[in-house]
């Protein structure tokens, strides 16, 4: 048996072993695919002795385990990045992929009172994988835990509106979710277009409708092979309250100095702020307890879900719902950067036409392991 051991320098280590009688140089590019998908998440273990193209799929499911034993081949094509001195089409050969996680970056999370004082800051870390789009441009897909929480305002709420009732409890299955706004640059690097008013590569795409949303997950699974999907609207609600029960994921108001919106209107007690008219670069306020940014604020985010006046008959599994009169009109979240800051609250909800765009309509993605 010959074995050959690469370390790579993001710490994924590769031991590939062929039989010494079977004399046919191969190569191999699944070490890229892995690195892109798993080197931040937990380390995987996989045997290789069937189809790569067929096995790659397999692959992608076992992101919640430790140890995958997947029957993979080789007669693939490669890029070089892994080559193996010895084998033919038909040999078996098996690959161990350790991969040492990459530890993540702890973060501060800040609770206001009614004032928009800082009454709490406490430090969290979060779970994430990173895609790569290719030419320097990456996705960060944060970990979202599964759970229940009660979706929706209680009537108490400042600003409250009958379509964010009644209060429901909805239970979810663990999922990933884009660390901030699809940003102009990643926009570019799946579309080959920026179709956005405010130009800025880190800033959040906009002037993009439902379907050019869609468009994108589309593009962007067929590409990562993997499925990506426009979050539902239970989803985006859950990822943003991350365990609050207030109006804003900051505690009862928000200031601009927390988020991008119009800060000439004020919520509670909060004074006054700035208002900056466009949006701005992603990730420059603080996030929430998930580790997600400009989940209040900047651009509105489509959501899967189609239209309906109020939650009754919603469904309680985090699905989206995509039942109902009018198709064509889909559901918004999160409020803009010229937008009151009551429409920015963790329960509002808005819609739109799915084929209408703007300068305040972006949107993030979502990845359910094993779908």
Known sequence: MATKLIKLEDGILVEAEVPDNE???????VVKDVKSSF???KPILVSIS?????AWQEINKEMEIEQAEVEVGFNFEGEGNLYITKGKPDANLKVKLVLKPIAPKPFDVIMVNSKGEEINRSSHEAVFFTEDLGKGVMLEMVSIPGGSFVMGSPENEVETDNCETPQHEVTLQPFYISKYPITQDQYQAIMGENPSHFKGGKRPVENVTWHNATKFCQKLSQKIGKTYKLPSESQWEYACRAGTTTPFYFGETI???LVNYNGNYTYGDAPKGEYRGETTDVGIFPPNAFG??????NVWEWCQDIRHDNYEGAPNDGSAWETGEDSKIRVLRGGYWEDEPWNCRSAFRLWGDADFCNNNRGFRVVYLPGV
């Open 50 to 54: 069937r189809p790569i193209a067929e």
């Open 292 to 297: 997600l940014y400009d989940m209040h604020g």
């Open 23 to 29: 004399a046919k140089p191969i190569s191999t590019n």
């Open 255 to 257: 200031t601009t100095d």
């Open 39 to 41: 080197a931040q998440v």
